[in-house]
């Protein structure tokens, strides 16, 4: 008997992260105007039990857009049995 494919309710988001270093230091401490360091972190959960099941990791400003990686998205999740 073949296995019935589990649905899920995959729920997409995104978080900005700012990336943290020296630069950072130095900038805090001699009021050096510099261009922060961010991050993109696409998460896509499962509703019901909130599990993570893909992420990406995307630069500010090159397609971090949260409809640009659900194609991405959804072609990386692998669902299996509970």
Known sequence: ????RLLIHLVIDSIGLKVYGEAEWKTRK?????RRTWRKLH????EKIGLVHV???T???KG???AQQ?????GQVRVTDR
């Open 30 to 34: 001699h009021s050096v105007g510099k």
């Open 1 to 4: 008997m073949p296995k019935s």
């Open 43 to 46: 998460l896509g959960v499962d």
């Open 59 to 61: 630069e500010k400003g």
């Open 70 to 74: 659900v194609e991405e998205m959804l």
């Open 55 to 57: 992420q990406i990791l």
């Open 64 to 66: 971090d857009g949260d």
